[in-house]
């Protein structure tokens, strides 16, 4: 194929705030019928725009069926299982921010554990009891655990409402995604101390063989970083535009800034 693809989720709380993203920066994703999973933006040529579930998104990128993609840090974690093929552009579109914890029943066994080592040195973990850890992070999950130094743990694979399994019984602690704590606070959870297995928000990704080898991919992850970066730079700035008098330039600027009321202002002649 000579167009090149980027990938956007399809759905989920990513979705919108992607396509808004994008729109801010002048890259407004146009989509002629919503149910189609395919689109434009019509200010970048050549380039075609998939919308996917973000997990398949990363999948995609690996098996080259796609070349960029937005997605959160955490699926790539997970997902790309450290495949060096796929490289980050852009690691901080500042939003989608979230972390991936372990986290524990507040009382019972747990009442008194609070840190990490708490919970590595409890008695009760052994070959034939282990800690059994359910999460929709396997991979990153299990590989943390065991750097920690954790050597009887069981991991239940779960798609949602993870917060409920310790509760069922089915789970001794868990591993999800945390952005206000809300959730695990509603449901008698609290996270442990040093248990933060990674931080993220959304990111742009490529393809490194794609972007080594398909004409285009290059010049528009540049056109797209190029925009992405203006955006961000210039997100929670405002710039005001005045006509003063004065003998000079620089006169102008020293009068300007020794106003103690105006201070944080960068003057430009
Ligand atoms: N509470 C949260 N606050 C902020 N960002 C989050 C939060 N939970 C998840 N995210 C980010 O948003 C991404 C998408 O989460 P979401 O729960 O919408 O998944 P989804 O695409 O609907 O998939 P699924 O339905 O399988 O969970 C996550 O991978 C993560 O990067
Ligand atoms: O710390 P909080 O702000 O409360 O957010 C955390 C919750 O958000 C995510 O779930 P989501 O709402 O996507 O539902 P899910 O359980 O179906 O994934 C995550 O899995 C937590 O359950």
Known sequence: R???RLGLPSKGRMAELTLSLLKSCQLSVRQLNPRQYTADIPQVPNLEVWFQRPTDIVRKLCSGDLDLGIVGYDIISEYAQGNDDLVIIHDALDFGHCRLSLAVPKEGIFDSINTLEDLLNMPQWTEERPMRVVTGFGYVGAKFLK???FKHVSFLAGDGALESYPAMGMADAIVD????????RENNLKEIEGGVILESQATLVASKKSLNRREGVLEISHEMLERLE????ASGKIMV???MRGNSAEEVAERVLSQTSLCGL????
């Open 230 to 233: 203006a955006h961000l730079t």
């Open 177 to 184: 995604l945390v952005s206000s704590g809300t959730t695990l």
């Open 266 to 269: 960068q003057v430009s002649l």
């Open 2 to 4: 000579s167009v090149v």
């Open 241 to 243: 535009t005045a006509n």
């Open 147 to 149: 750097e920690k130094g």
